[in-house]
Nanobody
Framework: VQLQASGGGLVQDGGSLRLSCAAS??????YGWFRQAPGKEREFVAA????????RYADSVKGRFTISRDNAKNTAYLQMNSLKLEDTAVYYC????????????????????WGQGTQVTVSS
């Protein structure tokens, strides 16, 4: 089982990026995106339950980021619009075969598999 994150890069304040998380092996039931800025702890960004598409977002990204999945491709995406300087971080995709309840979608400990991380840098 493997998760491959891609799509990071350098973007100007207000710009957009789309991250992808390609999974191999048995299909996952929940995907999440987390991020870690220098000197800070890893934090929740967004998550999605594959079966019914239920999503959850951190307050800091609501209305700007959208998580989605393509079941046929075993891939999750994070569309990031209106990027801000404070969105700069290494973004990690995570997944689990568990069908997480809503309250657990933001929990780092519920995700069993992690990608390698992709750097997102927002410049002024």
């Amino acid at each position: 089982v493997q998760l491959q994150a891609s799509g990071g890069g350098l973007v100007q304040d207000g710009g957009s990026l789309r991250l992808s998380c390609a999974a191999s092996g048995r299909p996952f039931n929940s995907y999440g995106w987390f991020r870690q800025a220098p000197g800070k702890e890893r934090e929740f960004v967004a998550a999605i339950r594959v079966g019914d598409g239920r999503t959850r977002y951190a307050d800091s990204v609501k209305g700007r980021f959208t998580i989605s999945r393509d079941n046929a491709k075993n891939t999750a995406y994070l569309q990031m619009n209106s990027l801000k300087l404070e969105d700069t971080a290494v973004y990690y995709c995570a997944a689990t075969h568990k069908t997480l309840i809503y309250s657990s979608l933001r929990s780092i400990s519920e995700f069993d598999y992690w990608g390698q991380g992709t750097q997102v840098t927002v410049s002024s």
